[in-house]
């Protein structure tokens, strides 16, 4: 009853079990906050790498983030406004990478783009390699991120009025300036979701990159991985590496807060 | 510049079948049920569906014709349209959902802002709210917007779809003079979507009306209120019509007919404006001698025209000073006993009388 208005009766049940759940999902968190090494962190943070790490993983979930977004917006307009044999296939492909475990997903690209695999013999001819490459690192990011942009688009589209589009048409808009000036602006809400989710999963990536790019440091260790190699030489290490992560996630989600979840 | 359309597509529920002619500087209403297809007829106009068969020509120039694949899109039709719901673009402000025209031509944006903002000025919108999203806009500010969107680029051909239906009663009555002085004052042809009577009277010169995609009756408003052809037409348009000048008489106003005159409730218009008045023959009590005196303050005397029956109800005309039309359920005209010839007394109250400036 902090507000004024009409009252709110939470039932028991649900108050209980959500309590139970809020404890579940932040005691580990504060448990991080608890046994950081908070006295040596500056020395334990620079002696794992993490530095280096965090600003990697800053470059490659941008990046990544970016890519998904020019891919997966198109990919979600042909899924939602454009009829072909097949549609339903290629929407539940394009999703895979959502709910595909991110290790199978690296063995994928493995297969198709590696030193030997099926375009990637291809590329190395031509003198590309991706594998063990930060670019190589940023693909198999990508790979896990589309779906969120394309999930997130694709509604958006379809819950769009048509009548507003053919209205710019009636008045003389052309297409490109329909999309550039009535479509896109129109979804922003959910565009900026999806970029935002496409950019959190890519953050958290872990097991699409280590088996696609590798994990060296400087060129593909990703903050994650690099949480995961500190942990089998300085436990402290891992916490401190891994307190910059929830602190960098929770500052985005705070700041994001309203453009994601409405007000 | 004249209108000629002959439009055929299938809808789910029907087909739509219409021939269209209008003249330079006239306006046409297409009047009709809800669902009756008169949105999709806009809809081919506009250029945003295309029929299965059919023919736009304006000024002798085919925006549209099947026969020999002519079909210019949208964008390229030299068009304005308001759209139901007025459509606005809820991400940009007034002024530039009023600019969007002029913008997606090309014109610069300082340029088309200016133009608008001068537009929408003319039309009563206040200027302070320009730079207000949609939503924030009333209803008759949002209309006063969309309307300034149909007219910036100047085009050859008006398309307005229910400009007031959204609007309560008395922002749609600060609305329709604005609308009647932008139609007049545009030069090219009109064509306005209205479930309203009293806006089909004010701002039509033909009347089109359109049942279930096809064209029941096509006329003016006289032609329509004297011989309505479907049950439909009868109701909405057979009122009666009382146009001529406004007489302020001690307290009490007037309009003067040609053929006598009716009381009517002060309008809020100037004494010596010529108006039209519309009052729903339903409103009418038909009397077999001289009602006592009562509060209806309009009591003419005459005699019976004719009598047509519709369903279980009976529509009279009476022939007095101005002749009216009353509709009494069939059991009463029974219980009365009328023939045509019967003498009889017509008695109605004066704001039954929606009066509106002509």
Same mark, same amino acid.
């Given at each position: 009853?902090?507000?004024?208005?009409?009252?709110?009766?939470?039932?028991?049940?649900?108050?209980?079990?959500?309590?139970?759940?809020?404890?579940?999902?932040?005691?580990?968190?504060?448990?991080?906050?608890?046994?950081?090494?908070?006295?040596?962190?500056?020395?334990?943070?620079?002696?794992?790498?993490?530095?280096?790490?965090?600003?990697?993983?800053?470059?490659?979930?941008?990046?990544?983030?970016?890519?998904?977004?020019?891919?997966?917006?198109?990919?979600?307009?042909?899924?939602?406004?454009?009829?072909?044999?097949?549609?339903?296939?290629?929407?539940?492909?394009?999703?895979?990478?959502?709910?595909?475990?991110?290790?199978?997903?690296?063995?994928?690209?493995?297969?198709?783009?590696?030193?030997? @695999?099926? #375009?990637?013999? &291809?590329?190395?001819? *031509? %003198?590309?390699?991706?594998?063990?490459? !930060?670019?190589?690192?940023? =693909? +198999?990011?990508?790979?896990?991120?589309?779906?969120?942009?394309?999930?997130?688009?694709?509604?958006?589209?379809?819950?769009?009025?048509?009548?507003?589009?053919?209205?710019?048409?009636?008045?003389?808009?052309?297409?490109?300036?329909?999309?550039?000036?009535?479509?896109?602006?129109?979804?922003?809400?959910?565009?900026?979701? @999806?970029? #935002?989710?496409? &950019?959190?999963?890519? *953050? %958290?990536?872990?097991?699409?990159?280590? !088996?696609?790019?590798?994990? =060296? +440091?400087?060129?593909?260790?990703?903050?994650?991985?690099?949480?995961?190699?500190?942990?089998?030489?300085?436990?402290?290490?891992?916490?401190?590496?891994?307190?910059?992560?929830?602190?960098?996630?929770?500052?985005?989600?705070?700041?994001?807060?309203?453009?994601?979840?409405?007000? | 510049?004249?209108?000629?359309?002959?439009?055929?597509?299938?809808?789910?529920?029907?087909?739509?079948?219409?021939?269209?002619?209008?003249?330079?500087?006239?306006?046409?209403?297409?009047?009709?049920?809800?669902?009756?297809?008169?949105?999709?007829?806009?809809?081919?106009?506009?250029?945003?569906?295309?029929?299965?068969?059919?023919?736009?020509?304006?000024?002798?120039?085919?925006?549209?014709?099947?026969?020999?694949?002519?079909?210019?899109?949208?964008?390229?039709?030299?068009?304005?349209?308001?759209?139901?719901?007025?459509?606005?673009?809820?991400?940009?402000?007034?002024?530039?959902?009023?600019?969007?025209?002029?913008?997606?031509?090309?014109?610069?944006?300082?340029?088309?802002?200016?133009?608008?903002?001068?537009?929408?000025?003319?039309?009563?919108?206040?200027?302070?709210?320009?730079?207000?999203?949609?939503?924030?806009?009333?209803?008759?500010?949002?209309?006063?917007?969309?309307?300034?969107?149909?007219?910036?680029?100047?085009?050859?051909?008006?398309?307005?779809?229910?400009?007031?239906?959204?609007?309560?009663?008395?922002?749609?009555?600060?609305?329709?003079?604005?609308?009647?002085?932008?139609?007049?004052?545009?030069?090219?042809?009109?064509?306005?979507?209205?479930?309203?009577?009293?806006?089909?009277?004010?701002?039509?010169?033909?009347?089109?009306?359109?049942?279930?995609?096809?064209?029941?009756?096509?006329?003016?408003?006289?032609?329509?209120?004297?011989?309505?052809?479907?049950?439909?037409?009868?109701?909405?348009?057979?009122?009666?019509?009382?146009?001529?000048?406004?007489?302020?008489?001690?307290?009490?106003?007037?309009?003067?007919?040609?053929?006598?005159?009716?009381?009517?409730?002060?309008?809020?218009?100037?004494?010596?404006?010529?108006?039209?008045?519309?009052?729903?023959?339903?409103?009418?009590?038909?009397?077999?001698?001289?009602?006592?005196?009562?509060?209806?303050?309009?009591?003419?005397?005459?005699?019976?025209?004719?009598?047509?029956?519709?369903?279980?109800?009976?529509?009279?005309?009476?022939?007095?000073?101005?002749?009216?039309?009353?509709?009494?359920?069939?059991?009463?005209?029974?219980?009365?006993?009328?023939?045509?010839?019967?003498?009889?007394?017509?008695?109605?109250?004066?704001?039954?009388?929606?009066?509106?400036?002509?």
């Amino acid at each position: 009853m902090a507000r004024g208005g009409s009252r709110r009766i939470t039932p028991a049940p649900v108050a209980v079990l959500s309590a139970i759940g809020i404890a579940f999902l932040a005691v580990p968190v504060l448990a991080l906050v608890v046994r950081a090494p908070w006295s040596e962190i500056g020395e334990k943070l620079a002696a794992s790498g993490a530095w280096v790490a965090f600003r990697l993983s800053l470059v490659v979930s941008l990046t990544a983030a970016a890519l998904s977004f020019v891919l997966g917006v198109p990919i979600a307009w042909v899924l939602a406004r454009s009829s072909f044999p097949g549609r339903a296939l290629v929407r539940a492909l394009v999703i895979l990478p959502l709910v595909l475990p991110p290790v199978v997903g690296g063995v994928a690209l493995l297969t198709a783009l590696g030193r030997s @695999g099926v #375009v990637g013999s &291809w590329l190395y001819d *031509l %003198g590309i390699q991706l594998t063990f490459t !930060t670019a190589g690192a940023v =693909l +198999a990011t990508t790979f896990v991120s589309i779906p969120l942009v394309i999930l997130s688009a694709e509604g958006g589209l379809r819950s769009l009025d048509p009548r507003y589009e053919q209205a710019a048409a009636a008045m003389g808009a052309s297409r490109m300036h329909t999309l550039r000036r009535v479509t896109l602006p129109m979804l922003r809400p959910q565009l900026a979701a @999806g970029l #935002v989710l496409a &950019w959190a999963r890519a *953050l %958290g990536e872990f097991g699409a990159t280590i !088996t696609f790019a590798g994990n =060296l +440091a400087g060129r593909t260790q990703t903050l994650p991985l690099a949480v995961y190699e500190a942990r089998q030489t300085d436990p402290g290490a891992a916490v401190a590496a891994s307190l910059l992560l929830v602190a960098l996630s929770l500052v985005v989600l705070v700041a994001m807060r309203d453009r994601i979840f409405g007000r | 510049m004249n209108l000629e359309a002959e439009l055929t597509l299938t809808r789910t529920a029907f087909t739509v079948e219409v021939a269209l002619a209008a003249a330079e500087g006239s306006t046409l209403v297409l009047l009709g049920p809800n669902g009756s297809g008169k949105t999709t007829v806009l809809s081919c106009l506009a250029g945003i569906l295309t029929p299965e068969r059919g023919r736009v020509l304006l000024g002798g120039e085919a925006l549209l014709d099947t026969a020999v694949g002519i079909d210019v899109p949208p964008q390229r039709r030299p068009i304005g349209v308001l759209f139901q719901d007025g459509l606005l673009f809820p991400h940009l402000s007034a002024v530039e959902n009023a600019a969007f025209p002029l913008t997606a031509r090309g014109i610069a944006k300082e340029e088309a802002r200016a133009r608008s903002r001068g537009l929408l000025e003319r039309l009563g919108f206040p200027i302070a709210r320009s730079t207000a999203r949609p939503g924030a806009l009333s209803g008759g500010e949002a209309q006063r917007v969309a309307l300034a969107r149909a007219l910036v680029t100047e085009p050859q051909l008006l398309l307005l779809d229910e400009p007031t239906s959204a609007l309560d009663v008395r922002s749609r009555n600060d609305l329709r003079p604005v609308i009647g002085r932008a139609l007049s004052s545009f030069p090219g042809v009109r064509v306005l979507i209205t479930h309203d009577p009293v806006e089909a009277m004010t701002l039509g010169d033909r009347l089109v009306v359109i049942e279930d995609g096809r064209i029941s009756q096509a006329g003016t408003v006289e032609e329509l209120r004297r011989a309505p052809r479907t049950s439909y037409v009868a109701e909405l348009i057979g009122v009666n019509v009382f146009r001529g000048a406004l007489v302020a008489d001690g307290g009490t106003w007037r309009i003067e007919t040609p053929d006598g005159s009716v009381f009517v409730a002060d309008p809020g218009l100037a004494a010596g404006a010529s108006a039209i008045g519309v009052l729903p023959p339903g409103e009418i009590e038909l009397h077999l001698e001289r009602p006592p005196e009562g509060s209806a303050q309009n009591v003419l005397a005459g005699t019976v025209e004719a009598i047509a029956i519709d369903g279980h109800r009976a529509r009279v005309r009476v022939a007095c000073h101005p002749p009216v039309v009353a509709e009494v359920t069939l059991a009463s005209a029974e219980r009365l006993a009328l023939r045509p010839g019967d003498e009889l007394w017509a008695s109605f109250k004066a704001v039954g009388i929606d009066v509106e400036p002509a």
